[in-house]
């Protein structure tokens, strides 16, 4: 899916993008040591939608959990198209509700925990479908209540909403693994807490695009999977706050200084570097890096400073301003970096530690 469609997707509060469940069990298995005894909520997950669900409620006994959470907003698009879990009537479908997982078992003696099994959760006393009494947003009194009780966040959040949801997420100090979009690498919510060391990118898909079931009304897609219309997002990848390697490694740097290879910013006291494996090794001063820098920022061998874009000027504190030597230039509307004259793509500005 384009990028500009996602954007138009954006504005028109259109948030319909259903992760499939391969590329969960991909991510999600990198994470298998932290989920015993703990409560997992999916508070962006209606079940009859969810593959979050569905991955969780196939493995509760394999990951050991104590609780799996499920909540849904108001009923959704496609209702009913993957766990018929039903109240006893179509017209429930639409209201909000939630389900709480205490104990997946063999019910149809068949050896194994499948979906037939899942489909016959709610025969268990121990497991709980209800209505709640608000419209299931994630911010609602009832799903924040749930949150606290929870010990790990993992979904999908509406990607209009995705500042909110982090920041909230971040407020009740919440383990996460969810998904996002690239571009809000820099927002100012997401951004700082990159800084902070609160956040970082997960192992897989970074940058490399996804494909999303979407509903049956989107016109613009890319093919039809199992009778689902699918569209790919180039811009998607995972977030967490957990572990994770890559982040842990410090970068190989064989590149040297030079003057010709790594110009100095305008407007700002730093140098450009295109790439990552472009840092040069020998360098003390502040570096200018594109964003997906951030797919392999390790906390202990560089410091993010801040990033240079078009809200610097008004976002940074004087003193980091300062520290990075910004100069106001006529054409770089706000605190883009400037090279010879033209403004650059945001860069975040870094120094080795």
Not at 166 to 179: A, G, N, R, S, W
């Amino acid at each position: 899916m384009p990028n500009r469609d996602l954007t138009q997707a954006r504005n028109a509060k259109k948030d319909e993008f259903y992760t499939r469940l391969e590329d969960i069990q991909l991510e999600l298995r990198n994470y298998k040591a932290y989920f015993k005894d703990k409560v997992v909520f999916c508070n962006c997950d209606d079940p009859y939608e969810s593959n979050f669900f569905k991955y969780f409620a196939l493995n509760f006994n394999a990951l050991g959990l104590k609780k799996l959470i499920s909540t849904c907003y108001n009923g959704s698009p496609v209702s009913g198209q993957e766990l018929p879990l039903d109240f006893g009537d179509d017209e429930t479908k639409k209201i909000a509700y939630k389900v709480e997982i205490c104990e997946v078992s063999d019910i149809n003696n068949d050896g194994r925990i499948d979906l037939s099994d899942i489909q016959l959760l709610m025969q268990n006393k121990k497991n709980v479908i209800s209505t709640l009494k608000e419209n299931g947003d994630f911010r609602s009194e009832e799903c924040v209540d749930l949150l606290k009780q929870s010990d790990i966040v993992v979904t999908n959040p509406p990607f209009s909403l995705f500042r909110e949801y982090v920041t909230l997420l971040d407020k009740y100090e919440k383990k996460f693994i969810i998904m996002g979009n690239t571009n809000t690498l820099v927002c100012k919510e997401v951004f700082s807490m990159f800084m902070k060391d609160r956040i970082r990118t997960g192992y897989t898909h970074f940058n490399t695009g996804m494909f999303f079931y979407v509903p049956d009304d989107f016109d613009k897609y890319d093919h039809i999977e199992d009778g689902k219309k699918v569209a790919r997002v180039s811009t998607s990848c995972w977030y967490t706050n957990f572990p994770v390697k890559k982040h842990q490694e410090d970068l190989v740097l064989c590149k040297r200084y030079n003057s010709t290879d790594y110009p100095q910013y305008d407007n700002y006291n730093a140098i450009n570097v295109n790439t990552y494996i472009d840092i040069p090794c020998d360098y003390e001063g502040i570096i200018g890096v594109p964003i997906t820098f951030l797919d392999k920022y390790n906390p202990n061998q560089f410091e993010i400073i801040w990033q240079a874009s078009g809200n610097t000027r008004a976002s940074a504190p004087s003193d980091v301003l300062c520290r990075v030597g910004y100069k106001v230039h006529p054409e770089d509307r706000g605190g883009c970096a400037m090279l010879n004259g033209k403004r650059c793509y945001t860069r975040v500005l870094i120094c080795k530690k």
